[in-house]
């Protein structure tokens, strides 16, 4: 019986001290993550050494070879976080260290806000008519990078752009002209994402 005994008291000793020691140390109550350090889960912001600080963000679009888009990239701006402020933060585009890192904004230079207004859920975008100087592919990364900013403000639900006050049908991510207020979900795929790319499962042949 001694022995029995002494057996179940080691063996329950040994497991509490691997539980110790494999498991993840928890706050002893919730906590708050810093505003600063909160972004949307699965996108990466651009903190990189001469970027922007501020805890509003934009979205600009990461260039590669031959200056063809590949992605909106998330960058910092010192704004505070209202409508007007972030999205005239972003119609001035790039700043000169982004410009050197191959960032850039497909929103056309001159284009300016003459209002926004958040309305049951959605932000009312009203823009200059330079805006409809685009066509193809830089509209669509146009209007993404109006909606994935425009997004992050707290509130927005969807996103309506107008021009020069007159509501407009835009395209979303394939193209398709879209008559409804616009979502982050209409342009899957445009952002750069921090989750790492998921590895090839063998097929039944492969040993």
């Known amino acids: 019986m001694i022995t029995r005994s002494f057996r179940r008291t080691g063996i329950a000793v040994v497991a509490m001290v691997l539980l110790a020691a494999c498991g993840i140390g928890d ?3 919730p906590r708050d993550i810093p505003e600063g350090d909160q972004q949307p889960l699965g996108i ?3 903190r990189g050494a001469g970027a ?3 805890t509003a963000r934009i979205y600009l ?3 590669g070879t031959g200056g063809q888009a590949v992605a909106l990239t998330p960058v910092a701006r010192d704004v505070t976080e209202t409508p007007t402020a ?4 972003l119609l001035q585009g790039a700043n000169a260290v982004e410009l050197t890192r191959q960032y850039r904004s497909a929103v056309p230079t001159g284009t300016n806000l003459r209002s926004a207004s958040l309305r049951s859920g959605v932000l009312w975008v009203d823009l200059s008519a330079a805006l409809l ?3 193809g592919n830089d509209l669509i990364d146009a209007i993404a990078q109006i909606v994935f900013t425009a997004s992050e403000i707290d509130g927005v639900q969807g996103v309506r752009v107008l021009v020069d006050g007159q509501e407009q049908q835009w395209p979303d991510g394939s193209g398709e002209l879209q008559s409804d207020p616009l979502t982050v979900f209409d342009f899957p795929g445009l952002v750069v994402s921090a989750q790492p790319a998921y590895p090839a499962i063998p097929s039944p042949s492969q040993p």
């Open 44 to 46: 990466t912001l651009d």
């Open 133 to 135: 100087q685009l066509s």
């Open 86 to 89: 972030v999205l005239e933060a």
């Open 52 to 54: 922007a600080s501020g």
């Open 61 to 63: 679009l990461g260039s």
């Open 27 to 29: 706050d002893e109550s």
